[in-house]
């Protein structure tokens, strides 16, 4: 609770950290990750809004694209809701990926990072970001804990924003006011990546028919002609960057 208090008078980004480290340290965890949502970048380390992971794993982590098949990030993207690494692993036990996440998390392990938890942080236009907690130690919170530390990492990811000079997606633009569900940006997103509906589908683990009724929802309420056109009015709109 002293953090919840603690981050809105916060007068710097590194008494927010600090705040954050202190944080940590009382529930046992030694590592931490605030980064903006996950892209298919060249550099992963370019998402990255605050951290003290292990230099050595970033570097590593960068070197091996491990952002391309990371379970946990791949499984953020679908989910709704806080999870532990554990849980992400699991999720793609019966996919053809599973043995290469298996051997990821095998090589985080040997760099101190045995067990953590992920807090998506979420808007109105869906996923924008996370933080990541990790440790050498085998940690498992409870549904509490979990929803404790869920409220404090979004303040703090908006806090970092704030700081950074950026508008978070709770600050809609005149006239672009439009609803959309978690699962339509997350569409929209890819879109804009170039992706298909199968390569999507793959992604967000649901059928090409589902992805297509996303996109001809999403394209209903941009009012727009075709798939590249709802991209182009979802950047012009301010809704995906």
């Not at 970048?41 to 970033?58: C, K, R, S, Y």
């Not at 978070?168 to 997103?189: C, F, K, W, Y």
Request: charged share 20%; net charge neutral; with cysteine.
């Amino acid at each position: 609770m002293h953090f919840l208090v603690a981050i809105g008078e916060v007068p710097t980004p590194q008494i927010l950290t600090r705040e954050l480290e202190r944080l940590l340290d009382f529930f046992g965890f030694k590592y931490y990750c605030v980064f903006h949502q996950p892209k298919p970048i060249e550099n992963a380390a370019e998402l990255i809004v605050a951290a003290n992971w292990p230099p050595e794993w970033v570097a590593r982590y960068v070197e091996k694209k491990y952002i391309v098949t990371d379970p946990t990030i791949r499984f953020l993207l679908r989910a709704n809701r806080s999870f532990s690494w554990a849980q992400a692993v699991e999720a793609y036990k019966d996919t053809p990926h599973y043995r290469r996440m298996k051997s990821m998390m095998a090589d985080g392990k040997g760099h101190g990072l045995a067990s953590g938890y992920i807090f998506p942080v979420f808007t109105r236009n869906g996923l924008i970001g996370a933080t990541t907690i990790g440790g050498p130690k085998e940690i498992e919170l409870t549904q509490a804990e979990v929803a404790l530390l869920e409220t404090a990492f979004r303040n703090a990811y908006l806090k970092y924003l704030e700081f950074m000079g950026e508008k978070h997606a709770d600050s809609v633009a005149p006239g672009t006011e439009i609803t959309m569900t978690h699962r339509e940006i997350q569409a929209l997103n890819n879109l804009a990546e170039g992706r298909t509906s199968p390569e999507i589908a793959q992604i967000l683990d649901v059928s090409s028919n589902t992805v297509d009724w996303y996109v001809n929802s999403l394209q209903a309420k941009l009012q727009a002609r075709n798939r590249n056109h709802a991209v182009a009015l979802a950047f012009r709109q301010g809704l995906i960057t």
